[in-house]
């Protein structure tokens, strides 16, 4: 938390931002050991967090869009946290529907919401692609080494977290042919 804290520092000096993003990587960081524990993430954390970072994006400076109108803010911390919990939703119901499982849990698509409302949605894609990349890495070398069975579960939200915070400090560069502002 120590060096997330200095890289926030660094990118956004002392400000609204760097107050609501340093809030918001503590519940990722939160939400990401209490999965990792119990494979939960409680709705203490993570709704606030929506309500949070909808409000912080659409009326704090220096988060993003600073050149837009408050509706255009609005709209995409709103539109970040509908599209990250319909991601989410939708792996679950096909994962119910292909495997007569679950796949994912409904903290991970509260979390999600959560990430889109302080990221937007291109912050969503970026999480998405990174959290998958790293989690699929991180379970197939656990099922390498015998620790892990292709059947057993994985807490995906610490690797939505990770996801999450490469997505914010990554901002302001293009990636997947977005720029992300």
């Given at each position: ?20 993003y ?18 939960l ?17 659409t ?10 109108s ?15 919990a ?7 119901l ?7 499982k679950e ?6 698509l509260?979390?999600?919401?959560m990430?889109?409302a ?14 998958s ?5 991180f379970s ?6 015998k ?7 994985v ?13 914010l400090f ?12």
């Amino acid at each position: 938390m120590g060096l997330l804290t200095f890289l926030l520092y660094k990118k956004f000096s002392i400000s609204f931002a760097f107050l609501f993003y340093f809030i918001f990587i503590f519940a990722l960081l939160i939400a990401s050991m209490i999965d990792w524990d119990t494979y939960l993430i409680p709705d203490s954390i993570d709704i606030p967090g929506i309500f949070l970072g909808i409000i912080a994006c659409t009326f704090c400076a220096g988060m993003f869009m600073d050149n837009f109108s408050t509706l255009t803010r609005f709209l995409y911390s709103f539109g970040g946290a509908v599209l990250g919990a319909g991601i989410i939703g939708l792996l679950a119901l096909a994962g119910k529907v292909i495997w007569k499982k679950e796949a994912m849990g409904m903290g991970d698509l509260k979390l999600l919401a959560m990430i889109g409302a302080f990221l937007g949605w291109h912050g969503v894609l970026i999480t998405m692609f990174f959290g998958s990349l790293l989690g699929t890495v991180f379970s197939l070398v656990l099922i390498l080494l015998k620790k892990k069975t292709m059947e057993d579960y994985v807490p995906f939200g610490p690797y939505l977290s990770l996801g999450a915070v490469i997505a914010l400090f990554f901002k302001g560069f293009y990636f997947l042919g977005f720029f992300i502002s």
